[in-house]
Every structure is written in structure tokens, then in C-alpha cells.
């Protein structure tokens, strides 16, 4: 028996029922005000990232935007504009005003609001992503479920070799790859579907592969996992030993659980998804921020490359904090058991 | 955890599944490559040809030429060497920046470990691209600002990792008495922390290396990493995506070396970890087979038990000669072997044995409740004139569901967590009785309020957590109550609960039996508690009845050396405290090494040479007491009593006592 | 020898409160038994007199003086619950054991002094010193649990805190565990604070009771006294749930 000096939730449970507890104390207030508090840090420390980027280059970047031909005195005037000669806390501190009023600076090569060129690229990135994460949780999800049950234990051996190493295979295989094989067969070979740009429906086809494929494999295997873990939980024992019919056991006894669990890290895999539609728009020369990133970069447009990061960073913190909160609706528990 | 023997066996495991074999024999061809490529290749890839630039394969080019008409397979087999340097780099600088910071909260403990992990948590948020691409700018575009970018996104992971495996191992007992016994906590980092997590950082850091060897070839890919006319795999992409429509395989060439060599580094260290039973930073890990080499697979020929009598009239549940078989890796255990009893109307039988004795199974196999890997056999296994060896049947389904009301060991684990408890219990009645919502709520209700649940219309809207352990195990009772059971099979319902607790539920269990003639299967590893509920004992050895007894008769007419002895080694309120505890020599004997003869041979003070070949069957008394052994009875020579001067008999005691394997 | 005391003791976890304003005494050479339910604060308590947990009010003092948590010497020490994870699985047994001898000993320096101290306490749990080269895996639980208790001697311990050694071990080995108890208490006149939630299993290696409720000590004495004659409701409540204490 052990002896944990810890109370046990029920012992919490059965004191607030004696002094009914204020509402500043009732779990899901400390739960929305932790998670609150966490997300308002987060966005704090990213935001002091892209502001502290800038300034972590070695060199003047500036004059590495501008290239070495600039004359001195068009540099001297773009610090100057940009406010690099202020004291760092001042430059902070206007950074921050910047971002409340919705200004980003201005890019150093267009000579575009950042805000207008964000704007502009966004649609198109948000569309891509969404569109594949629909796609790969509903696909990941059923097959996940139904490969949990085959494969539960005392079944399915070779069926569970089969899938695993398949999903490792897929898994494995980055999701620019898939978009350039994609593009190879689909554009070149059959010439069925178009290869760049996001004009016309059929142009998402083949960038929504490309992006879902690898996280659908992903999450897929670990539905599946969760689901022969769940299968084997007492709780399903005691389903068992109420005689219910197995469609039953694993739709409502089995999956909400195998979810939970899923969720958390299909949480990591959402804002990983994020992140990559970057390389898949660069593949499919995809008119979003994926791609303008990374000519940024190498153009060494700096407000520009701040301003995506923040804004894919603000994302992925929003995807992860949407993961807390429908974890927390679909498994009570969670509110209660961590900080 | 494995001893060296163990150990290769475990590597022999995995290196002949052919997913891992394929998967080292990938790794061997990427590791020579490494080293010969540029040896082998340099000049043929160097080898610019400006008459035959951007060809499609032919038999000189076989992957085609670039736009300098230099040779692509040559340049693919070539760009193994940098691709793999680099991508090593990368992990290393991430395990190593993993290491430190997830070992950080545990050497600095207090409000800077919590800085650093809170730190780590928050890191480990960011996909591992975009901090990629957030150093890569830092540290600006080349290949060693790559190394550098693709380590230091992947830090967080390793952290985290880290800190995890670091955290369980810290809160293992072991490193609490290492602590107390004054060792340091650095020391204890390296001496008993490391080492223990070892296996899974390592197996992590393999497929890892894969993963940086992806994440590279992406940073080339876009450009960010090795630039000309340097060259690895993601740069060659990089160049042979701009020609696809020309010479599509500029680009699947060197694409399909980094699958390979990402494949082979991920497939390796999946096999290892599921080999070694390690965890990966995706997934749980894979169950583990619970066998052991098992030696049932010579199946000795068992006795079967004493049959007692036709069954009478009231018998509610009748076992004949049940057995469990589960398979292994190596054959088969059967941790139940041949088991027969009778419950009548309102009887109350408890099953006593130790850990591994069956006693948990036999409940599970009457209720058919057995784990699907398992065979239940059984002459004849029936309950309430149903046949529970046929077939699964809706009516079958229906008549248990309403007649047998089962009771788990761990009420923490047993309900559902995301299910109101009310819910759960209705789900009885609208399952198997054809209620509607509103109704088997209302029963829920009053069930939970029959097994004394204060508030009960409350209570039954709340979740499990939101219970007491002896809330919990009354609301199970309540559950199998939704019904109108004839039988209650209770597996050790009271072990996880506090004393006081654990009367309450046993009384609860006696007043249900009390007003319904409802019979109980008890199931116990504590001889007082079932001598206390119970009208009749089986004590289980090995996967056998050893003894039926009236539970009256236990202290005093039992006749089986390990029921007498297990009655004595037991310390009572009533204990002589002048004497020593009984004590029974060896250890419960292994259900997949259970030895020829008499299972508890080994243990017995009365054991001959017929005990050690023959096993005795279950022999029934006129009074109705079944025993099985060869010398039923017969006196039993004074526990020893052993002191510290007494050492001669002292290794005998270990001798007995099996090795436990890995 | 010195006896162990705790005066006023309080740990707090944040807002609840483990062990509540606890005095206590293990007098020298005697077998003091601490019994209670889960999250009555017995285990909390014993972690604090090992360092493990910090107070956050009152001394706990051996001989008069604070325990030491630092330096060579540990005159406190500790028996784990479960055998299986008490003992790291990467560890021979000797070493597990040589581990813990103090660093300031001249008896024991030395590689050779230092094994034959190690067979020296395997003997004294009924080991064979030959197996002090085993791994842990190779040992069954009471085995483990013998491993531990000699770990513990091998500080030179003044007090030992057993904290309940054989509620994971099977019925037929706990009694082998129990016997060492008592054995090792008579041979080198130990004292131990010995934490069990069983009755009968502290009533047979203890010559005086602590009983806790809720983190305070509500009863304590003499264990014939205590258990023959209890003062507090919950003492007795207690003594009513022991099994094989109705009649049937």
C-alpha cells in the first residue's frame, strides 16, 4: 500500500464539498487563468526573440541588406529610420509600441509596410494549413481507431508490423520530398494537375498532399498506439464486464481517451505542420509566407523575416493553447492534474 | 534492467526482423559511403562537360548530368560524406545542448531548475523548423550557421527528453537511498542517473540523426544551407528541382539518397527501441511481450482436480478442469491448470494464492472476461445453466450483463475517467434492459444510493476523479447491483484501500450477499480477510487448487504444508510475539517454470522423491475438503528458528529461491 | 546511539498540510512503530528526517543535535518500500551497498577493506557474500529487500527508518523480512522507527506505537498498551477494521 502524503484529488474533492469552494478557486478558473498566464509569457518571449534577432546578427545588418556598393550615407539614413542608433531599451520599447499599433516596420528591399506584405501572404499560408491538417486528422483519426482495434492485443501481429513500419516509411519521408515527387508524376509525368501558384481548386491538390501526408502518417500511428494502450485500461475491462457491445467499448469507451492522449502530441504536430508549409510552399512556389521567408532571408530583409516569424510563432502558441483547452473539455481531469 | 546475456539477445532480436536488419544493413552502406565516396567518385563528380550538360540518363550518366555537364550519381554518392558529417554535427550539438539544459533543473533544484525548465517547455512549443529558420538567420546562411541552426532547434526536444527520463529515474527509491546514504547529487547524475538512461537517449539520438539529416537537406533545399560550390544532398536538390522538366533525375537522385539514409537511421533506432523496450519522442512505446522464456511448452501432464459430485440443484456457477493458456515468444504458459469448484446460491468462496498463483485469472476465466490473447479451456464451465464456453451471443451477453456483477482490484483505474459515474452505470440498464436515458439514470441514482453514496443525485453527475477510493469501489458494487445479480466476483476489492475503508466495502459485499442469496467469489492474496468473509477457502498454488477448506477450519484442519504454512507466516493481532514468523523458504514458483511433480515440492518441508515426479491430485474428504498433496496432514517439523549465529542453514535458503531472469 | 526526536514538526505541499505539529521519540534501542492510512503523513514524515522533504517548522534532532543531510557521515537511514525500485537495476548489489559506508571510516578504506565489510553485512541479512557481484534483477523481492536493509547498516546508522519494507513483498516472504527485523534489533541493538499501515505486522516488531490521522500523531505508547487498551476514537476504529478481528 502506499503510503503518498499527497492528497488525492477526491480528498480535495470532499473538503471543498464541506467549505463550498469561491469561484476565484473552482478548477477551470486556475485552469483558464494558468493557461492564460503561460500563452501571455510565450508570446512575451517570442516577441523579445524577433526583436533580439535583429540585433543577435553579427555585423551591421543594414549594410549586409544594403551590400557592400551602398553608399555610407544611404545607410546612415536607413539606421537611422529603423532606429538601430537608439539605445537598445528604447528600440525595444518602440518595438513593442510598434506591434500594439499594428506597425511592423518597413522592408528594407520593397520598401513595403511589413503589415501590407504580411497581410497579403498570409491568406494563402492559413489556407494551406488548415486544409491540410483537415485533411490529415481525417483521415489519421479513422484509420488510427480502426488499426487500434485490429491490432489490439492478441491480434493482428503482422497487421501491426505492416502499418508501423509503413507509417515510419511515410513518416520519414520530408514533406518537400513528397511535393517534389508529387510534382515529378502529377506535373511533369501525367501533367494532371497544375504545379505552381494557388489560382484555380485544382492548385491546392497537390500541396495539401504534400503537407498532410507525413503528419496524417504520424498522428495515425499514434491513434493507434493510444488506442491499444486504452484498450488494455482497466476501465475497458470493467466496459467488458458490462457486457457491452464491442462497437460500443471502442467508439465510447476506448476512443475519447485514446483522443486525449492523442491530442497532446498532435498538438506538437499541428504547429510542426505550421512551420511546414515553409518548404511546401517553396516547392509549389505557393504565394504565401513560407516563401516569402526565405527570400527575405537571403535578400536579408530583416523587418520582413521578423514579422513572419512572429506571426508563425503567434500561430503555433495559439494552435497549442487550443490543443490545452479542448483536452481539457474532452478530459476533465487534465484541468486539475497539471500547472 | 539487462544483464550483458540479456542484452544480446535483445540486439539478436532486433537485427533479425527484417525491418531491422534492412535498416542496419542501410546504415553500414551510409557509414562506408561516408568514408569512400569521395575517394571512389571525387574526380568523376568534379568532371565538368560543357557538351553534355543537363543530359538524361544514359549508360554513362546514369542519373543524367547538371547544368555542367558534371555526372549526378556521382555527385549524389559524393555529397554522402558532407550530407552525414553535417547532419552528425547537428545531432550532437543537440544532444549536447539537450543534455545540459535537461539535466540543469535536476543539478540546480529549486527556482533556477525551474527557470530552465519552464524555459525548455516553452522552446519545445516552436516547431523545430521555424527555429531553424530563426538561427539560420542568426547565424546567417552557410553551412555552418545550418549546423548550428538545425542543432540548436533540436535542443529543445533532447531537453525535454531528458528531463523526463531524468525526473522518473530521480524519483526512484534508489536514488532516495542514495541521497540519504550522503552521495552527491553530481555523483548521482553519473553514477545511477546516466546510466539509466542511457538506452532511450541514445536510441533517441539515432533517430534523431535522421531527422537532422531530413531537416538539413530541407535547409539546402531552400537555399539557407550549404552553398557552391560546396555540396551536399539537400543542395543537389536544391539544383535539381530548378531542372525537373529537363532531367527529372537531377532531382530524385539525390532526394531518394536522404530517404534512404533518413530511413535507415529512423528504421534502426525504431527496431532498437522497440527491442529494448525504450520510449520514443512520438508514440508510446509498444507493448512488451509479459513472457518469459517459457518452459511450459513440455506441457507435464497435470492431474485434474478432484471432479466433486454432480452438481447439485443450486449451484450457480460450475467449474471443471479450466485452464488459461497464454502464448509467449518462446511457446505458451498456462497460469491456470485445471481448476475445479462449485459455487452454490448465497455462498460466499474466497480464493487465496500469492502473486502468480492464478487466483486473479480463474476470476477473469469464469467471467469471461480473459485478455484476448488467452485460451480458456474448460471441461465444463457453466453459470446459471449457461454454457460459458460457447460462443459470444447477445442473449449470452445479456445474461451476464444483468447476472454477474464483477469487482476490480484498483477502483482509481476502473471507472472510465472521462464519463460522468452516473452515465457509466445507466449505460447497464440501456444496454441490456432496455431503459431509456432518463430511467437508467434514475437507477443509477438509486443504486449509487443503495451502496451508500451521500448525495447520490450529485455524486452521479460527477467524474471518477471527483471520488474517494471507497466511493469508487462502492459505486463499482453499485454498477454490478444495476442488475439482479446472482453472483458477485470481487478480485481483490479491498487490497488498494486503507483499513477502515476496506471494512466498509466488506461489509457492503456481506449485506448484498445477505438479502439476495447472492453468491461471492472472493479473490485474495490476504488469508485473514477471506477467513473472515468467506464460508470456504480454495488455496491456490502454482495454477492449481492445493486445498477447499471451510474457512472455519483454516487455522486449525487445514492439511496442505502451504496452506498451514501461509496461515502461519501471516503475523496476527494474536501473533506470540516470543516466537518466529513461520517462514516458507523459495519464492512463488514462475507460472511459465512450473516444475514436474508437486508445484510446491521445492518449498516443502515434507517433500520425497514422489512429490518431485508426481503431482498429487485433488483428493475430496467425507467432510467435503478437497487437498492435494502426498502427505496431507502429516505433522509439520518447528519453524527454524535462525539466528545470526546460525549460518549453516542460511544458503540453503537462498539456493531455493529461483533467479529471476531479465 | 542517540535517540531520534521530532519536536513540533509541520510540512506543508503547497496549501495542504502533511504532517501537522508532530512530536515524536524513538528512544535508543527500541522499535518504535508509526501506523495510519495513506495521506495520514507517516512516509512524509520519515522523508523529512532523511532530507528527503523539507520541514517547514520544528527540529527534528538525533542525540540533540539537527540531523546531518551533509557530510560523510548519515547516522539516519532509510528502508524503501518497494523492492524493485530501491536498487539500481545497472548497480551490482556490492557496489549498491559499498555506496553508502561512510568516507571517513579508516576500517573501511580500501578497495579489499571495503569488500570485505560489503560480505560482512550481506552475512548479517542471510546473503551469500558471493553474490555481492549480482545485479538486482537476479534477486527476488524479500532478497532485494535484505540488499536494502543491509545498504542501510552499511552507513553505521544510530537510528534506522523502515518505511513499510513489506507491503510489496508476497505473504510467504514478508515474514522472513520480519524475523531479520527483530533479529537485527536484538543482535546490534538498533533503534527503528518502523512504518507499516498494519497492525499486526507493527504490534510483532514493535515495542512502542505512534498512531497518525490526518498528519498528527493521535495516540502513542507502549504497543501492548496502545493496542490493548486504546485511548482515541481512531485508535480504536483502527483496531475494529484489522481483519480476523470479528466474529464470524
Not at chain 1, 553579427?58 to 542608433?85: C, I, K, Q, Y
Not at chain 2, 467425507?622 to 509439520?636: F, K, M, N, Q
Amino acid at each position: 500500500m502506499t503510503t503518498t502524503s499527497t492528497p488525492t484529488l477526491a480528498d480535495a474533492a470532499s473538503t471543498s464539498a464541506a467549505a463550498a469552494p469561491r469561484w476565484w478557486e473552482q478548477p477551470w478558473v486556475l485552469f483558464a487563468a494558468r493557461r492564460a498566464l503561460r500563452l501571455l509569457v510565450s508570446v512575451w518571449v517570442l516577441v523579445t526573440a524577433s526583436f533580439a534577432m535583429i540585433h543577435l546578427i553579427p555585423g551591421d545588418p543594414v549594410r549586409g541588406a544594403l551590400g557592400p556598393t551602398a553608399p555610407a550615407a544611404l545607410v546612415e539614413a536607413r539606421r537611422t529610420a529603423l532606429g538601430l542608433d537608439d539605445p537598445l531599451p528604447v528600440q525595444y520599447l518602440h518595438y513593442l509600441q510598434g506591434l500594439f499599433t499594428g506597425d511592423l516596420g518597413t522592408s528594407l528591399i520593397s520598401q513595403l509596410p511589413v503589415v501590407d506584405v504580411v497581410g497579403q501572404r498570409l491568406p494563402a499560408t492559413l489556407a494551406l494549413a488548415v486544409l491540410a491538417f483537415l485533411a490529415s486528422v481525417a483521415v489519421a483519426v479513422p484509420l488510427g481507431t480502426l488499426l487500434g482495434v485490429l491490432t489490439r492485443r492478441g491480434h493482428g501481429r503482422r497487421t501491426e508490423l505492416a502499418f508501423t513500419t509503413t507509417s515510419i516509411v511515410v513518416a520519414t519521408v520530408p514533406d518537400f520530398l513528397i511535393g517534389v515527387a508529387l510534382v515529378y508524376v502529377f506535373g511533369v509525368e501525367l501533367g494532371w494537375l497544375p504545379v505552381a501558384g494557388n489560382a484555380s481548386a485544382e492548385a491546392y491538390v497537390l500541396p495539401v498532399l504534400s503537407l498532410s501526408i507525413g503528419p496524417a502518417a504520424i498522428l495515425a500511428r499514434i491513434v493507434r498506439v493510444e488506442m491499444v494502450t486504452v484498450l488494455e485500461a482497466d476501465y475497458i475491462r470493467t466496459a467488458r464486464a458490462k457486457r457491452l457491445r464491442a462497437r460500443r467499448i471502442h467508439l465510447r469507451h476506448a476512443l475519447p481517451n485514446a483522443l486525449t492522449s492523442a491530442l497532446t502530441l498532435g498538438g506538437l504536430l499541428l504547429g510542426s505542420m505550421v512551420a511546414g508549409t515553409v518548404l511546401v510552399e517553396n516547392v509549389f512556389a505557393w504565394p504565401g509566407l513560407g516563401s516569402t521567408i526565405v527570400s527575405s532571408i537571403l535578400n536579408k530583409d530583416y523587418p520582413v523575416v521578423q514579422a513572419i516569424v512572429l506571426v508563425y510563432g503567434l500561430g503555433v502558441l495559439l494552435v497549442n493553447t487550443a490543443v490545452d483547452v479542448s483536452l481539457a473539455l474532452l478530459d476533465p481531469r487534465s484541468m486539475i492534474r497539471e500547472g | 534492467m539487462a544483464s550483458d546475456h540479456g542484452r544480446a539477445r535483445r540486439w539478436r532480436g532486433v537485427l533479425t526482423t527484417p525491418v531491422g536488419l534492412t535498416a542496419a544493413v542501410l546504415l553500414v552502406a551510409v557509414a562506408v559511403l561516408t568514408v569512400l565516396g569521395p575517394v571512389l567518385w571525387g574526380t568523376s563528380a568534379d568532371a565538368v562537360d560543357t557538351r553534355d550538360v543537363l543530359a538524361t540518363p544514359s549508360p554513362e550518366h546514369w542519373a543524367g548530368t547538371d547544368n555542367l555537364g558534371r555526372d549526378i550519381l556521382a555527385r549524389t554518392l559524393v555529397a554522402t560524406r558532407l550530407s552525414m558529417v553535417l547532419a552528425v554535427c547537428a545531432i550532437t550539438v543537440a544532444v549536447a545542448a539537450g543534455l545540459l539544459l535537461g539535466a540543469a533543473p535536476y543539478l540546480l533544484g529549486g527556482r533556477a531548475g525551474r527557470l530552465v525548465s519552464a524555459a525548455v517547455n516553452v522552446a519545445v512549443a516552436f516547431p523545430g523548423l521555424l527555429l531553424a529558420l530563426f538561427f539560420a538567420v542568426v547565424f546567417g546562411v552557410g553551412a555552418t550557421g545550418a549546423v548550428m541552426a538545425v542543432g540548436l532547434a533540436g535542443a529543445p526536444v533532447f531537453a525535454r527528453l531528458t528531463q523526463t527520463l531524468v525526473a522518473q529515474v530521480a524519483g526512484r527509491d534508489y536514488v532516495s537511498a542514495a541521497r540519504v546514504a550522503g552521495v552527491g547529487r553530481l555523483r548521482i547524475l553519473l553514477r545511477h542517473v546516466l546510466p539509466n538512461i542511457a538506452e532511450p537517449l541514445v536510441v533517441n539520438a539515432t533517430i534523431g540523426a535522421g531527422g537532422a539529416l531530413l531537416a538539413f537537406s530541407g535547409l539546402s533545399f531552400l537555399g539557407l544551407g550549404v552553398q557552391s560550390p560546396a555540396y551536399d544532398w539537400g543542395r543537389l536538390l536544391y539544383d535539381g528541382i530548378s531542372a525537373i522538366y529537363v532531367n527529372p533525375a537531377a532531382a530524385l537522385a539525390p532526394g531518394l539518397a536522404v530517404l534512404l539514409a533518413g530511413l535507415a537511421f529512423n528504421l534502426f533506432g525504431e527496431s532498437v527501441a522497440k527491442g529494448f523496450g525504450v520510449p520514443v519522442l512520438v508514440g508510446a512505446p509498444e507493448l512488451r511481450s509479459r513472457g518469459r522464456a517459457a518452459a511450459a511448452a513440455a506441457d507435464a501432464p497435470t492431474g485434474t482436480d478432484g471432479d466433486p459430485d454432480e452438481a447439485a440443484d443450486d449451484v450457480v456457477l460450475e467449474v471443471r478442469d479450466l485452464e488459461v493458456v497464454f502464448p509467449t515468444a518462446t511457446g505458451t504458459v498456462r497460469p491456470v491448470r485445471g481448476v475445479s469448484f462449485d459455487v452454490r446460491r448465497g455462498e460466499a468462496v474466497g480464493v487465496v494464492g500469492e502473486s502468480g498463483s492464478g487466483k486473479s485469472l480463474t476470476a477473469l476465466a469464469v467471467s469471461r472476461l480473459v485478455s484476448e490473447d488467452g485460451t480458456v479451456r474448460a471441461g465444463r464451465l457453466r453459470f446459471l445453466d449457461q454454457d460459458l464456453t460457447a460462443p459470444d451471443s447477445p442473449a449470452l451477453r445479456r445474461m451476464l450483463g444483468t447476472s454477474l456483477a464483477m469487482v476490480f482490484q484498483d477502483p482509481m483505474t476502473s471507472f472510465n475517467p472521462t464519463r460522468r459515474i452516473g452515465r457509466q452505470l445507466a449505460e447497464v440498464a440501456t444496454e441490456h434492459q432496455g431503459l431509456g436515458r432518463a430511467e437508467a439514470l434514475g437507477r443509477a441514482v438509486d443504486r449509487l444510493d443503495s451502496v451508500r453514496i451521500p448525495d447520490a443525485g450529485r455524486r452521479a453527475r460527477q467524474y471518477p476523479h471527483e471520488f474517494s477510493g471507497g466511493m469508487r469501489q462502492r459505486a463499482m458494487i453499485g454498477m454490478g447491483l444495476m442488475g439482479t445479480p446472482s453472483l458477485v466476483v470481487a478480485d481483490e476489492p479491498t487490497t488498494a484501500l486503507d483499513v477502515t475503508v476496506q471494512q466498509q466495502v466488506l461489509d457492503l459485499l456481506a449485506e448484498i450477499r445477505a438479502a439476495d442469496d447472492v453468491a461471492l467469489v472472493l479473490i485474495s492474496h490476504d488469508v485473514t480477510v477471506v477467513a473472515e468473509v468467506c464460508d470456504r477457502v480454495l488455496v491456490m498454488y502454482a495454477g492449481r487448487i492445493v486445498e477447499d477448506v471451510s474457512a472455519a477450519g483454516l487455522a486449525t484442519r487445514a492439511q496442505h504444508p502451504y496452506t498451514r504454512a501461509l496461515v502461519a507466516a501471516v503475523p496476527h493481532m494474536d501473533t506470540d510475539l516470543d516466537q518466529p514468523l513461520a517462514t516458507i523458504p523459495g519464492r512463488p514458483v514462475d507460472p511459465a517454470e512450473v516444475p514436474a511433480g508437486c508445484a510446491y515440492a521445492a518449498r516443502c518441508p515434507l517433500a520425497d522423491a514422489r512429490c518431485r515426479a508426481e503431482d498429487p491430485p485433488l483428493v475430496a474428504a467425507v467432510d467435503g475438503s478437497r487437498v492435494a498433496c502426498w502427505h496431507a496432514g502429516e505433522p509439520l517439523p518447528d519453524p527454524v528458528v535462525r539466528t545470526a549465529e546460525d549460518r549453516t542453514g542460511l544458503d540453503a535458503l537462498d539456493a531455493d529461491e529461483l533467479v529471476e531472469a531479465p | 546511539m542517540s535517540e531520534l526526536r521530532f519536536e513540533d514538526v509541520t510540512v506543508r505541499f503547497g496549501r495542504t498540510t502533511a504532517v501537522d505539529r508532530v512530536s515524536l521519540t524513538v528512544p535508543v534501542g527500541t522499535v518504535v512503530g508509526l501506523v495510519g492510512e495513506s495521506g495520514s503523513g507517516k512516509s512524509t514524515l520519515a522523508r523529512a528526517a532523511v532530507g528527503l522533504t523539507e520541514p517547514e517548522s520544528g527540529a527534528i534532532t538525533l542525540g540533540g543535535r539537527p540531523v546531518p543531510h551533509r557530510g560523510a557521515r548519515r547516522p539516519l537511514q532509510m528502508v524503501f518500500q518497494d523492492p524493485y525500485s530501491s536498487l539500481d537495476p545497472r548497480m551490482s548489489i556490492g557496489d549498491s551497498i559499498a555506496e553508502a559506508l561512510p568516507r571517513d571510516l579508516d576500517d573501511v578504506r580500501g578497495r579489499r577493506a571495503r569488500r570485505d565489510e560489503v560480505a560482512r553485512l550481506l552475512e548479517l541479512v542471510h546473503l551469500d557474500p558471493h553474490r555481492a557481484r549480482d545485479l538486482p534483477a537476479r534477486l527476488s523481492g524479500g532478497q532485494r529487500q535484505r540488499v536494502a536493509l543491509a545498504r542501510a547498516l552499511a552507513g553505521r546508522p544510530e537510528v534506522v527508518i523502515a518505511d513499510e519494507i513489506t507491503s510489496a513483498l508476497d505473504v510467504s516472504i514478508q515474514g522472513a523480512v520480519l524475523n531479520l527485523v527483530r533479529e537485527l534489533q536484538a543482535e546490534l541493538g538498533l533503534s527503528m522507527l518502523f512504518i507499516s499501515h498494519n497492525l499486526a505486522v507493527v504490534r510483532y516488531v514493535a515495542s512502542r506505537v505512534a498512531v497518525m490521522q490526518g498528519g498528527r500523531i493521535v495516540e502513542e505508547g507502549p504497543t501492548a498498551q496502545v493496542l490493548g487498551a486504546p485511548e482515541h476514537d481512531y485508535t480504536r476504529e483502527l483496531l475494529a477494521a484489522a481483519p480476523g478481528r470479528k466474529p464470524s
